[in-house]
């Protein structure tokens, strides 16, 4: 894939992100994780080799200039969770081809990726003090991430299979 059209998919995916945080208020907005884990995965089949990364890292800028005291966290947890899905994505071996992608490995690459994403950046700003840690959220978050990121696979499986493996150029 030429590099125009990588940076062109990153642009487009990163500002998606960047427009639900815009108008969802702090911290609903982290309920959205689900819309960032498509457009990841999605970014991650389009552009094959760190697709997740560049969108990571771009929609981590574009959303760390809303709240500028939180940018350099935005860059470092945005490049983090593309790194992260990129990598699962590879473990779990999954590969774009002419029948689609494996539904059932999209899911559990993207329920592992988002589960280690949501623990790393919660105990993270609560072992920084940014937030109180509480069991009961300790709970959410380990149940609703691999949940979002289960949810988040199956989508970008459907989404892929369905109307835009005939787009991969």
């Not at 991650?44 to 809303?66: D, E, H, I």
């Not at 993270?124 to 696979?153: E, K, N, R, W, Y």
Request: glycine residues 6%; positive net charge; hydrophobic residues 60%.
């Amino acid at each position: 894939m030429q590099r125009i059209t990588r940076l062109l998919i990153a642009a487009f995916f990163a500002s998606i992100i960047f427009v639900t945080r815009l108008f969802v208020p702090e911290p609903f907005s982290r309920l959205l994780l689900v819309v960032d884990a498509v457009l990841l995965a999605l970014s991650a089949l389009f552009v094959k080799n760190l697709g997740a990364t560049y969108v990571g890292a771009v929609s981590g800028v574009l959303t760390g200039l809303l709240i500028p005291v939180l940018l350099p966290f935005s860059i470092i947890f945005s490049f983090l969770y593309g790194v992260i899905v990129d990598a699962c994505l590879f473990l779990f071996k999954v590969r774009a081809n002419e029948q689609g992608v494996s539904r059932n490995r999209m899911i559990l690459a993207m329920a592992s990726g988002t589960l280690l994403i949501a623990l790393a950046s919660y105990y993270a700003t609560t072992g920084l003090h940014m937030f109180q840690s509480h069991p009961v959220i300790d709970m959410l978050v380990v149940f609703f991430g691999p949940a979002s990121g289960a949810s988040a696979g199956f989508a970008a499986a459907y989404l892929w299979n369905k109307y835009l493996k005939a787009l991969n150029i």
